[in-house]
């Protein structure tokens, strides 16, 4: 492990990063066998919906079908470990004093992307949520970071009021865009 900091080096000295023992090996083999019991589906379509995204294929209709759910509440962002985005402001601090600040930002809101002219490129929710899953599942991701943008966590199934968490988009995408697959006619 190489850390980019001192404070990072330090870091590693903490027992938390010390190598695993065999009992470790043995204790996160049953863990991971305990939580694929919980599986209800054996199969599993998130490559699928990785390849369709990936080969933009998503029709409009489905993106709007996801972007009519979103309440634009940005829970999804600010809960996600793997968002980062965010903005920068000014506020006041005294009489005559402002600071500048950073602060998170959400690409579900619709602020996010306009411009300083007022002009907005993903003026809808649908483009907005097309944009944070393209962010999360493109395969362009995987070859550039080694894996895809989402963990797996759950945190924005917990927090959305329009049940399109991670699952959920997955699940649209994927029926939606095999469907209309199944319904093209065949190349003469
Ligand atoms: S499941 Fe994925 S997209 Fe959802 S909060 Fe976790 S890392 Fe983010
Ligand atoms: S949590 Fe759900 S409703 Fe809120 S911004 Fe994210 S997708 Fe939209």
Same mark, same amino acid.
């Given at each position: 492990m190489v850390a980019g900091t001192d404070k990072g080096e330090a870091l590693f000295t903490h027992p938390m990063f010390r190598k695993g023992t065999p009992t470790h090996l043995a204790r996160r083999r049953q863990i991971l066998d305990d939580v694929r019991k919980r599986f209800k589906?054996?199969?599993?379509?998130? /490559?699928?919906?990785?390849?369709?995204? +990936? &080969?933009?294929? !998503? &029709?409009?209709?489905? /993106?709007?079908?996801?972007?009519?759910? #979103?309440?634009?509440?940005?829970? #999804? &962002?600010?809960?996600?470990?793997?968002?980062?985005?965010?903005? !920068?402001?000014?506020?006041?601090?005294?009489?005559?004093? =402002?600071?500048? !600040?950073?602060?998170?930002?959400? #690409? %579900?809101?619709?602020? =996010? +992307?306009?411009? %300083?002219?007022?002009?907005?490129?993903?003026?809808? %929710?649908?483009?907005?949520?097309?944009?944070r899953f393209f962010r999360k599942l493109a395969h362009y991701f995987i070859q550039r970071e080694l894996s895809v943008a989402c963990v797996g966590c759950g945190r924005c199934v917990e927090v959305c009021h329009g049940d399109i968490g991670m699952p959920n988009v997955v699940e649209i995408v994927r029926r939606t865009t095999a469907e209309s697959e199944r319904h093209e006619p065949a190349a003469s």
């Open positions: 589906l054996a199969t599993s379509w998130y /490559w699928s919906t990785v390849h369709y995204i +990936t &080969s933009e294929q !998503v &029709s409009d209709a489905t /993106w709007e079908q996801i972007g009519n759910r #979103c309440l634009e509440c940005g829970g #999804c &962002s600010y809960m996600c470990p793997t968002c980062t985005c965010f903005t !920068v402001t000014e506020r006041q601090v005294g009489p005559a004093d =402002f600071e500048r !600040v950073r602060i998170w930002d959400a #690409c %579900a809101l619709g602020g =996010f +992307t306009r411009m %300083a002219g007022g002009f907005n490129p993903r003026r809808a %929710a649908h483009d907005r949520r097309n944009r």
